[in-house]
């Protein structure tokens, strides 16, 4: 009885071996996994993730889509950054350039100034010694007179007309300068009691201290007045004061006095004609002035020889 019980035991242990192994054949045949499936797989399962897979890939595909728009307008930033940066290296390199340029410019034109003002004075000067070859006869009567180049008879004369001649004679017409100014700034000009004016007079107007100490004033360089020698070099203008408002003016020339040789004698016509005399600081010095055309702005008119 024991024995039937163990055989049939055994066949059906047997029988379940034979099962197991048919349906593993079974399994391979149709390439199926052979691990053991499990029932009443719960949703979170391998196999439910299985299921989820695709939405996740999708989730993390958006993501990333978001992640790489994020990066389009940082490298659009950074891009824009780059060109104004460019930008401003090139703002920089071109104001060096143009600071240079003007430099330059600048230097160009202080060398030209100077080597202008240096022949206009050795010129300026020379022409005034050339008018102490000519009789002039000191005479300030009222005479009219052509315009532009206009000028009183030649044998007469005062001081203005001294200055007036010299600088004639390198071109330079003051009678049409002062007048143009004077009919711009006529009230910037003095008009004396005596005169009377009413408005520019071109016989006359050049031919006036005061005018001429505002001209060079608006025009040239009014230089300090001291008690120095050194200070006043051969084409400067000097004015002196008469007594009231009577004013005199001539050129400084390079010509050293002899009583001291540090100081430049002045051509000039104060009464006698026009004379080159160590007078510097003889009489109140009123006024200290250059005045060279061209250095500032083009004045040149045209030339006349005496």
């Known amino acids: 009885m024991a024995s039937s019980f163990i055989d049939k035991d055994l066949k059906r242990k047997v029988s379940l071996v034979a099962y197991a192994s048919a349906l ?6 149709s390439g199926c996994s052979t691990n053991t499936v499990e029932t009443g797989v719960e949703p979170s399962s391998p196999q439910k993730l299985a299921t989820n897979e695709p939405k996740t890939v999708i989730k993390i595909i958006t993501k990333n889509h978001v992640q790489r728009g994020k990066d389009k307008h940082q490298l659009e930033y950074e ?5 104004y940066h460019q930008q401003w290296e090139l703002t920089q390199r071109t104001n060096q350039q143009r600071q240079q340029q003007h430099a330059q410019a600048a230097w160009q034109t202080q060398r030209s100034q100077r080597v ?5 004075s050795e ?4 022409a005034a010694i050339d008018r102490l070859r000519y009789r002039v006869n000191y005479n300030g009567a009222y005479i009219p007179i052509g315009y532009p180049n206009g000028d009183v008879p030649q044998n007469i004369g005062v001081c203005t007309d001294t200055v007036i001649r010299s600088y004639r004679r390198l071109g330079v017409d003051l009678q049409r300068l002062v007048h143009e100014d004077i009919s711009r700034a006529f009230y910037s000009y003095p008009n004396l009691p005596k005169w009377g004016l009413q408005g520019p007079d071109t016989n006359i107007d050049h031919r006036r201290v005061h005018n001429l100490k505002v001209f060079f004033t608006r025009h040239g360089q009014r230089l300090p007045v001291t008690g120095s020698p050194n200070d006043y070099r051969p ?9 009231g408002d009577q004013e005199h003016i001539g050129i400084v020339v390079d010509q050293r006095s002899a009583a001291d040789p540090r100081r430049f004698m002045i051509v000039h016509n104060i009464g006698e004609g026009e004379k080159m005399e160590d007078i510097l600081f003889k009489m109140p010095i009123t006024g200290h002035y250059r005045f060279f055309p061209g250095s500032r702005r083009p004045q040149l008119a045209y030339a006349q020889q005496y």
């Open 116 to 120: 202008v003002s240096i022949d206009y």
């Open 24 to 29: 593993m054949v079974m399994a391979n045949l």
């Open 235 to 243: 084409g400067d203008l000097v004015t002196w004061s008469l007594g």
């Open 79 to 83: 891009q824009k950054q780059r060109w």
């Open 123 to 126: 010129r300026l000067a020379q």
